[in-house]
């Protein structure tokens, strides 16, 4: 069964750092772009992070950019997002998303981690 | 950055009305339109891709069509279960862009 799972969400102040991960099971995880969306509560979908499937390609949302670092690691089926300089308006529920090869849309969703930013 | 807008943001219907929701594309971004649907608390759920295929397990009242900047779903009779948010949005070039989200509510 093709499976992710997020995890590393929390609290965190203003100004702080967080890593989330995202294990992927039941596919070539080396072979797929994949992506992270963030929701804030009461809020709709808003694309973050891609990355390609061998790392060496990262695209973000201006709303990130210099502040977050998508990256992966093929060998552990895993794919990270580094979070730096965090802000209120970053609070969300973060999720990753597999694009599949053959079309482009977000085909496997993860259940997502909440991550709340305040003092 | 490519904007996506959606109308309407609500709508409310009656079980087996035929719906229509247009997403609109501040540039051409043919094929590469996906629509969405999310239930309250749920992850979004992939319905259809490249503007008019209908992801496998979906059932066959939703489509999808449209080219360059117009694209519509349509839900041809609402089924109690469609009531949810939707979404479209483009993966024709980075950033990935969502609309804003269409409500259906039960009228």
């Keep these: ?5 997020e995890s590393g969400g929390g609290l965190v102040q203003p100004g702080g750092s967080l890593r989330l991960s995202c294990a992927a099971s039941g596919f070539t995880f080396s072979s ?38 998508i990256s992966r690691d ?16 970053d609070t969300a529920v ?26 | 950055d490519i904007q996506m807008t959606q109308s309407p943001s609500f709508l409310s219907a009656f079980v087996g009305d035929r719906v229509i929701i247009t997403c ?3 540039q051409g971004i043919s094929p590469h339109l996906a629509w ?31 080219s360059g900047t117009e694209f519509t779903l349509t839900i041809s ?3 109690p279960e469609d009531f949810a948010t939707y979404y479209c949005q483009q993966l024709n070039s980075y950033p990935y862009t969502f609309g804003q989200g269409t409500k259906l509510e039960i009228k």
């Design chain 1, 1 to 5: 069964e093709v499976q992710l799972l």
């Design chain 1, 32 to 69: 797929y772009v994949m992506n992270w969306v963030r929701q804030a509560p009461g809020k709709g979908l808003e694309w973050v992070s891609a990355i390609s499937g061998n790392g060496g390609y990262t695209y973000y949302a201006d709303s990130v950019k210099g502040r977050f670092t």
């Design chain 1, 74 to 89: 093929n060998s552990k089926n895993t794919l990270y997002l580094q979070m730096n300089s965090l802000r209120a308006e």
């Design chain 1, 94 to 119: 973060f999720y990753c998303a597999k694009r599949p090869g053959t079309f482009y849309a977000l085909d496997i969703w993860g259940r997502g981690t909440m991550v709340t930013v305040s003092s």
């Design chain 2, 24 to 26: 609109r594309a501040s």
């Design chain 2, 36 to 66: 969405y649907q999310q239930k309250p608390g749920k992850v979004p759920n992939l319905l259809i891709y490249a503007a008019s295929t209908l992801q496998s397990g979906v059932p066959s009242r939703f489509s999808g069509s449209g």
């Design chain 2, 77 to 79: 009779s609402l089924q």
